[in-house]
């Protein structure tokens, strides 16, 4: 038995008529005279009883007839329902992030991937870099949008862009763009920072950057979120370099000045995870090289 014998029954039991039934459905009147009897030989019992002059239901056709036309739209919204969690524009999908991406780039690729896969939910965790790998690896997360490349085997992951570093300070700092020069005239500021004791790709970054300017910063408060980091520089606790991308936030009294530095930033996920609607949030993500930390 398959939906269309049910329909091409349903259709039949309605018109009590084969060769007007058949032209209706756009199929020869042998072809649904073969449906029809494959469809009594599944069920085990006469649908129709037929002859030369007429066609009409059996008292078991009947009670097919009723139940049929109450579950068949219930049975093909769930075929409907499956063919677009198959397609991949149903479902949901988890998305594990740094917090950087969430003030231009990942708003840019949400906007496009929602309004192509309306009826996908996505949720948003901000997670740090010593957590990242073991969110995806444990399924709390689908795809991880962070600093670093893929360590484990069970992983892949594609740059996605670089994007440069910046000096962040109080509006009413005396480090201003056009008369900035070199971190080495910070070294006796004090820094709101990730402890760089740390051992992210992104900390040790760090750590290699100020060294390259011959000194260690002097650490106010340590913080591995970049919000956090914002509000404690522009309430006057100290300094910061981030990425550019934080430029995007709506915080008041700061002034960014780029750096002659970038940070790399990835998307990962895991090898063998074949989701429909990964593989489209993966397309839309490619679609987004380019300059992701200016604002959209």
């Known amino acids: 038995m398959n939906l269309d014998q049910v329909r091409y029954f349903l259709r039949l039991a309605d018109k009590l008529h084969f060769w007007q039934t058949a032209e209706h459905l756009n199929i020869t009147q042998s072809s649904l005279s073969r449906h029809i009897q494959s469809l009594e030989s599944e069920v085990g019992f006469r649908l129709f009883e037929r002859n030369q002059r007429s066609v009409r239901l059996t008292a078991a056709g009947q009670l097919m007839q009723q139940e049929w036309q109450r579950l068949l739209p219930e049975v093909e919204a769930v075929q409907r329902h499956a063919q677009q969690i198959s397609a991949g524009e149903v479902g949901s999908l988890r998305i594990g992030h740094i917090g950087a991406v969430a003030y231009a780039w990942l708003p840019k690729l949400l906007k496009a991937f929602t309004a192509r896969y309306p009826l996908v939910q996505v949720e948003l965790?901000?997670?740090i870099a010593t957590e990242s790998e073991q969110r995806l690896l444990t399924y709390q997360v689908d795809l991880g949008v962070w600093r670093h490349p893929a360590e484990s085997p069970a992983l892949?992951?594609?740059?996605?862009?670089?994007?440069?570093?910046?000096?962040?300070?109080?509006?009413?700092?005396?480090?201003?763009?056009?008369?900035?020069?070199?971190?080495?005239d910070l070294r006796e500021e004090r820094f709101v920072l990730p402890a760089l004791n740390g051992d992210s790709p992104y900390v040790r970054a760090l750590?290699?950057?100020?060294?390259?300017?011959?000194?260690?910063?002097?650490?106010?408060?340590?913080?591995?979120?970049?919000?956090?980091?914002?509000?404690?520089?522009?309430?006057?606790?100290?300094?910061?370099?981030?990425?550019?991308?934080?430029?995007?936030?709506?915080?008041?009294?700061?002034?960014?000045?780029?750096?002659?530095?970038?940070?790399?930033?990835?998307?990962?996920?895991?090898?063998?995870?074949?989701?429909?609607?990964?593989?489209?949030?993966?397309?839309?993500?490619?679609?987004?090289?380019?300059?992701?930390?200016?604002?959209?």
Not at 157 to 164: R, T, V
Not at 240 to 246: F, H
Not at 281 to 289: F, G, I
Request: proline share 7%; charged share 15%.
């Open 207 to 296: 750590g290699q950057l100020f060294a390259k300017y011959g000194f260690q910063p002097q650490l106010t408060i340590a913080s591995d979120f970049g919000a956090t980091i914002l509000n404690l520089v522009a309430a006057g606790l100290g300094i910061s370099v981030l990425p550019m991308s934080y430029a995007g936030s709506p915080m008041q009294g700061l002034r960014f000045i780029e750096l002659p530095h970038q940070a790399p930033v990835f998307m990962v996920w895991r090898h063998d995870d074949r989701s429909a609607v990964l593989q489209h949030l993966l397309t839309e993500a490619r679609q987004l090289k380019g300059v992701p930390y200016r604002a959209a």
């Open 156 to 184: 892949a992951s594609e740059q996605l862009f670089l994007e440069p570093l910046a000096l962040v300070v109080p509006e009413h700092h005396w480090s201003k763009e056009e008369t900035f020069t070199s971190l080495a």
């Open 125 to 127: 965790i901000e997670v």
